[in-house]
């Protein structure tokens, strides 16, 4: 029987448990609050510093926030600041990142197979029904987006710098800097607004809205959203680290 570790980073926590063959957690997942300034080698001691917490595990799966490619960084937006989400940049931080290679350098810390993903792919693999266009965002403290066709990932666009208005992009309309300076009503409109956006651009069998704040949608606006679109729980995250190696088996994505 294979057990998976499942790591999913965030831009203020890192959480992680280790799951059975059909997705059930083992443990209850830890978390670690997402240290900064973050450099590739201090991710790498992270997320190793997580694996010795727990049982040991055949593979390990890892949610990113940002573009990865072949299990390569191309750009982790929050993870290249100062002090976190909203923070300035820091040039040699960017250096570092880019073309950084997860997988491999995860591969040779924890000695087992890696699978790199983005962090809202992994939660996709984790509900999507496996038929038809199926799209997932997750509303944490950004916007995550994934794609998935008859069950197989698409490559990953980051949609979440898609531009709204005057120059703001949509992981800033709808993330958690300005779901607090609106209060949830006002917040959720901007959600609402993003649904009704996307809708004739993907024109989707299933909608899933995920991340931690998805619990945060005002009801009444849940209500208006459409039968095509359905809210999944944050756990998703980590419990998604098992199927995702079958909608990505090679982790070429």
Sequence with gaps: MTSTLAIDCGGTFIKATVLDEVGTMRVPAIQFPTPYPLTTEL??????DLANQLPKADRVTVGLPGMIRHGVAVKIPHYTTKAGPRTPDLPE???????????????HRLGIPALVLNDAEVHGAGVVAGSGLEVIVTLGTGLGYALFDGGMLAPHIEL???????????????????RKRLGNTFWSRRVKLMVE????????DRLFIGGGNSRNIRPEILAGLGDDVI??????????GVRAWQLAPDGTL
């Design 231 to 240: 809210i999944v729980p944050n756990s998703a995250a980590l419990v998604g």
């Design 43 to 48: 991710y790498i001691n992270t997320l190793s």
């Design 93 to 107: 931080l960017i250096s570092q990142w880019y073309g950084f290679d997860v997988r491999s350098a995860l591969q």
């Design 197 to 204: 956006t996307l809708r004739p651009i993907f024109v989707w």
């Design 160 to 178: 979440s710098q898609a531009p709204v208005r005057n120059g703001v992009v949509w992981d800033t309309y709808v993330g958690e800097t300005e």
